[in-house]
């Protein structure tokens, strides 16, 4: 959450405008009623929720969740993963741009620490969660880091994805220079590692795999930019304050909030939900440099 937007002068949504628990686990079971199985955490930072492993458990327990998961920006994750995994959490992603403390700082923005989120990595694989790491990659700033943290995940047995840089939001300073398209991403890790790509697991899938010749693993790359997948897109994302967007790029969503709490009935959210994806339109990535509409920030919608 970039700090010269969120400041010590931000003045943030009063609790009664953001979603309670109930009203989240009841957006997870229309969502199951049409087809979903995957339900993410994502924030902004997830584990500064209070009482976040609750939730964890609440929408385990929904009937057709197959799989529930989290991003984290890892700092907080070394107290919570234990609890995490015995609320019912299957996977975490953790946000890691560098293993240079310079560099880490740079691509952060926030001061955190490097070695913070390496604990919380540890200790994440230590109580059995399934871990994955983002690398959002930008020339000039961290394109350095693509083969050494791609060695330590392989020696972590961790699955690293490389994100190319995304103009999400209107705060990141984006610039299409800045953007290491997947082709040479994958050129800098064919210079150390003989892979091969594999078909993806299931319909929709964002990131693009490749398997290591030697069969230590593999990693991916999401390239929004250079190859996008808007076609293709399964992902709604639904926001504290409960509006649902069913575009990472959208600059406003629909406002799912007022249907939980004015429709008792749940056969409501539901028609809800389901007219709001039928009638979808987005393809931004396909469309960038076409139009220019105002975006949504990272921090406020999740990734």
Not at 269 to 278: A, E, H, I, N
């Amino acid at each position: 959450m970039p700090v010269e937007v969120f400041g010590p002068g931000y003045a943030f949504l009063p609790k009664s405008e953001v979603l309670t628990f109930g009203e989240m686990v009841r957006t997870v079971q229309a969502s199951v009623e049409l087809g979903v199985k995957k339900v993410r955490l994502t924030g902004g930072e997830p584990l500064m929720r209070r009482g976040v492993e609750d939730l964890v458990a609440r929408i385990a327990a929904v009937a057709g969740v197959e799989d529930v998961a989290m991003t984290t920006n890892g700092i907080l994750l070394n107290h919570h993963a234990g609890n995490l995994k015995l609320a019912g959490l299957n996977r975490v992603t953790v946000s890691l741009d560098a293993l240079d403390s310079g560099i880490f700082s740079t691509m952060n923005g926030v001061g955190a620490k490097v070695e913070r989120v390496l604990a919380g990595i540890e200790t994440a694989l230590h109580h059995g969660l399934q871990v994955k790491v983002n690398m959002v990659v930008q020339r000039g700033v961290n394109e350095t880091e693509i083969l050494p943290l791609l060695k330590w995940c392989r020696e972590k047995k961790v699955t690293l994805r490389f994100i190319e840089f995304m103009d999400v939001g209107e705060s990141n300073g984006w610039v299409k220079d800045q953007v290491v398209p997947a082709a040479e991403i994958l050129n800098i890790v064919s210079s150390e590692f003989s892979s091969e790509m594999v078909a993806p697991e299931y319909p929709g899938e964002v990131a693009r795999r490749w398997c290591f010749e030697d069969g230590e693993g593999e990693f991916g790359i999401i390239s929004s930019v250079s190859k996008p997948f808007c076609s293709g897109c399964t992902r709604l994302r639904v926001s504290a304050e409960g509006k649902a967007f069913t575009c990472l790029f959208s600059a406003q969503g629909a406002d799912l909030k007022k249907v939980l709490r004015e429709c008792g009935n749940e056969s409501e959210v539901v028609d809800f939900l389901r007219g709001l994806w039928t009638s979808r339109k987005d393809r931004y990535s396909e469309e960038r440099g076409l139009v220019d509409l105002p975006k949504a920030e990272m921090s406020y919608l999740g990734g």
